[in-house]
């Protein structure tokens, strides 16, 4: 029995030791780059004091946020500090100690702080160093945005969202933090010229621009050239989780992604999936995926994402190449590409040749305009000129349906651009109508207007005789266009069916109100 009792005595002697230590142990000391690696541990980093808010949410809070930059660097992390809001703050450039938690929630990690002895200066004599800024920074014309107006002003910082070389307007924010999330001061940017190559979100720049009150906007905004961006550091890659919610995607579209998954190929396409069976994520490969064999292949992929008009999804884009799938122009000797017309079309004007490519909006009957490319889809095409009908066609020519023509190359000086006269033509197959899913709503639907659809629905008629179509067991519905016997047709029948019709949209003058009808006649 006293053995017993000894043995219980030590272990809680053990057990108080070291319970003891992890209080008093000092944290480590870590690189910025590497808080990821330290989930819910009290660490300790080195940096520089680079931008902070007090009371970040107006809550008479007691709590500043910091950003603190590695020294000699362009990591960032988010210090939250809970202190006495009227705490002294070290100047921007301060270089500082911060101990605290690594926390982490929903992508987003900072460290979390307590206490006047959480932020201090690492000199042993209590003293600290600092760095002079060479631009201003971000947090200064935060408190105090008007000393700056009507001036050229130049300010480091991060940029929200990537900057395409092949576009000549961009509209982004200016960061104090890579990640949007852990962002303290966000100024409002408008670039405008065309850049050299992809600057990516969360690179570190040097902006010089024009910094001026937006009246109509009531903020303030910041007008840049393109040519004005320094390139200090280029983001990195976003690492997507198949944890987080599918619609946090669309705030990483435009950015280089990396994702971990299977990828293989289904009747719809390519796709990369994750361990459960709604992890999946639409992918475009690159010709050397394709030819290196990419079916089954588990590893990270990386790449760009983007919106596909094609696929109507968000996909990851390897460096996809739609003339591997959809031959622009390769129609045969005869045939004179588009693009030739496009790159010289002088060189052309007053001959006659034959065409062939993709009407790229619906053409009614009573119009004889519209414009025709060589490729059957947004993504797939890389030439549209405007297309002139000379004769009669009793039907609709769909959006997506083949066109072969011979036609005289026009220049018109009242509009500045090449037209396609055409004289005679031969139209292929027209698409299969677009699927419409109740729920969409306005901002998925307006790209059908004009277009064949189906939706599949229930007729039924009002007290004042209109008819619309129905969502089985639900409220949403759409007018129907017809002969006005289809919802007496639909009680025969029992069940919802299939609608087909061409998409358009009416007023109500009453309600002030905009609708989507289905035309069937």
Known sequence: MAKLWVMFFTSLLLVSMMNFYAVIREPDMIDIDDIHEYPRETVKIKGVLSSYVVDPYGEQADRIDLQIREIDGHSVVEVRWFVDRDADIPPIGTIVTVEGEVSEWNGRIWLSSNGYGAIRCPNSDGTCDSIEYETVPLVEVAMNPSAYANMSVRIDGYLSE?????????????????????????????????????????????????????????????????????????????????????????YEVGKLVAIDGIANEFSDGWWISG?????????????????????????????????????????????????????????????????????????????????????????????????????????????????????????????????????????????????????????????????????????????DIGKLVTIYGEAVMDEDGNQWIQRS????????????????????????IDWTGRLSTTEDAVENTMQFCIDIR
């Open 275 to 447: 361990d459960s069976p709604t992890d999946r994520l639409c992918m475009l490969p690159s010709p050397e995926d394709l030819e290196a064999g990419i079916e089954n292949l588990t590893q990270t992929w990386t790449g760009r994402l983007i919106w596909s008009t094609d696929e109507a999804t968000i996909c990851l884009d390897r460096g996809h190449d739609a003339s591997v799938a959809n031959p622009a122009g390769n129609f045969g000797d005869d045939v004179t590409t588009m693009l030739d017309i496009a790159e010289d079309p002088f060189a052309f004007l007053g001959q006659n040749h034959t065409f062939e490519g993709w009407v790229t909006d619906p053409i009614p009957p009573d119009y004889d305009k519209g414009y025709v490319g060589d490729g059957p889809d947004y993504y797939s095409r890389t030439t549209k000129l405007r297309l002139h009908l000379i004769g009669e066609h009793v039907e609709y020519i769909e959006a997506g349906q083949p066109i072969r023509f011979n036609a005289t190359v026009l220049w018109s000086e009242s509009e500045g651009r090449v037209i396609l006269e055409a004289r005679s033509w031969t139209l292929g197959e027209a698409p299969d109508p677009s699927l419409l899913n109740w729920g969409d709503g306005y901002n998925s639907w307006k790209w």
């Open 473 to 496: 067991g639900s409220n949403e519905r759409m007018c129907l266009l017809g002969d006005g016997t289809e919802a007496s047709q639909q009680e025969s029948l029992g069940e919802p």
């Open 162 to 250: 990537s900057i395409a070389p092949d576009v000549t307007y961009h509209s982004l924010s200016l960061m104090d933090n890579p990640s949007y999330g852990n962002a303290d001061h966000l100024l409002y940017m408008q670039v405008e010229g065309r850049g050299l190559e992809w600057i990516e979100a969360g690179s570190h720049v040097d902006v010089s621009g024009w910094l001026q009150y937006d009246q109509r906007s009531l903020r303030w905004r910041m007008l840049v050239q393109a040519t004005a961006i320094e390139v200090l550091n280029q983001g990195e890659a976003v690492t997507l989780s198949w944890e987080l919610e599918p619609y946090t995607l669309t």
